[in-house]
Every structure is written in C-alpha cells, then in structure tokens.
T-cell receptor
Framework: DQQVKQNSPSLSVQEGRISILNCDYTNSMFDYFLWYKKYPAEGPTFLISISSIKDKNEDGRFTVFLNKSAKHLSLHIVPSQPGDSAVYFCAASRFGNEKLTFGTGTRLTIIP | KAGVTQTPRYLIKTRGQQVTLSCSPISGHRSVSWYQQTPGQGLQFLFEYFSETQRNKGNFPGRFSGRQFSNSRSEMNVSTLELGDSALYLC?????????????FGSGTQLSVL
C-alpha cells in the first residue's frame, strides 16, 4: 500500500528552466510534508517542508505547494541548475511523529 | 557538528548469515530511525528509537531488530539474511521539540547478500 506516490520516475529539464516534481498521497491523516534530495552514495538531505495549515512555502529557489483537497504536493525549482541533478523524495508524516513515509523518488536531470 | 555516522559503509554477506549495522547520531539527538532503500521501493521505514525504547515500527519481519544505547547510538541487526535484504540501510537522527523537525541522514550501509 503505497501511501505516498511519485508517479514520474525521471524528469529532464534544461538549465535555467523550471523543474516541477509532483507527489500524491492517500492518507488524510498526514499533516506534514517534506522534500529530500539524494545524491548517489550519500544519504538524503532535507530540502524544504510544509505543514497542512499552509498551501505554499518558499526557500530561495525552492517552493513547495500543497493542495490538501487533491492530496497533492509539488516542488518547484527555479531556475534549475546542474547541481540540482539528483533523486528527489517526497515524504509525509503526522506532525511530531518521527516516522516518515516516503515516495519512490524522481530522478531529476538538469541538461546544461 | 559531526553528522550522522554509519558503519560499515559496505558489507557483503551470504544467505543465512546475520549482520549488525551501527549508527551514531548527531550529538544531542535522541531519536534514531532506520530505513531500507531498494530500487523502485523508495525508503521503507524499519523502526525508530527514542531514549533506548522502540517508539515506532514498520512492516518488516522479526528478522529485523534494533536497539539503542544510553548514548543514543543505535544498532540494527538482520538475522538469517535473504537475497532480498540487499539494500542501502539508512540511519537518521532528529532532535525533538523543533517545529520543523526533520531527519538528518547518514550516508548509509550498502548491504549485498550473495
């Protein structure tokens, strides 16, 4: 039972353009959402998060949007840079609970 | 501040053997979680320890177990290894009480079962 889904295994975007990564969830009890970035041979690193009381959170080039009614969130990266090439994982939890439920990841490739 | 340290980085075992993986969390972090990453499956939650007590558990068989010591260091053990246990095992620590609590991951232990 995949409660967090990332339906695009891979995405290629030209440098300087916008990258949009999508994530859907099924468990309506989730109220805290995070994005992690992972390079090969390294552990995931935290990028940005959003709680269910918000619909948008920005941090520099990264913006996360949350649509609770659609149970959908997206990560926007503008402008995309070569160093953004990595696997991106969406994760969800109940606020204050250390257990994260992860999606299967989307491999983002930025084309110079 | 040192990050999360996992040892060893790589392990090769044969079916039926057992293995112990080690994790040292960030200093001051009392929560340690373990995840299994396999291709196409994302990160699957194994368990979480806080103050030497298992607080959350994922849907893995009893062959997977863990413990946490008084200094917050944690170990994970897998007994009677199967080929399907080949994966990257990630440990993460976190500090309670922050609004934007997040997990800090180690680089993982890559386990290959032959």
């Amino acid at each position: 039972d995949q409660q967090v889904k990332q339906n695009s295994p891979s995405l290629s975007v030209q440098e300087g353009r916008i990258s949009i990564l999508n994530c859907d969830y099924t468990n309506s009890m989730f109220d805290y959402f995070l994005w992690y970035k992972k390079y090969p041979a390294e552990g995931p690193t935290f990028l940005i998060s959003i709680s269910s009381i918000k619909d948008k959170n920005e941090d520099g080039r990264f913006t996360v949007f949350l649509n609770k009614s659609a149970k959908h969130l997206s990560l926007h990266i503008v402008p995309s840079q070569p160093g953004d090439s990595a696997v991106y994982f969406c994760a969800a939890s109940r606020f204050g609970n250390e257990k994260l439920t992860f999606g299967t990841g989307t491999r983002l490739t930025i084309i110079p | 501040k040192a990050g999360v340290t996992q040892t060893p980085r790589y392990l090769i075992k044969t079916r039926g053997q057992q293995v112990t993986l080690s994790c040292s969390p960030i200093s001051g972090h009392r929560s340690v979680s373990w995840y299994q990453q396999t291709p196409g499956q994302g990160l699957q939650f194994l368990f979480e320890y806080f103050s030497e007590t298992q607080r959350n558990k994922g849907n893995f068989p009893g062959r997977f177990s863990g413990r946490q010591f008084s200094n917050s260091r944690s170990e994970m053990n897998v007994s009677t290894l199967e080929l399907g246990d080949s994966a990257l095992y990630l440990c993460a620590s976190s500090s309670e009480g922050q609004e934007d609590e997040k997990l800090f991951f180690g680089s993982g232990t890559q386990l290959s079962v032959l």
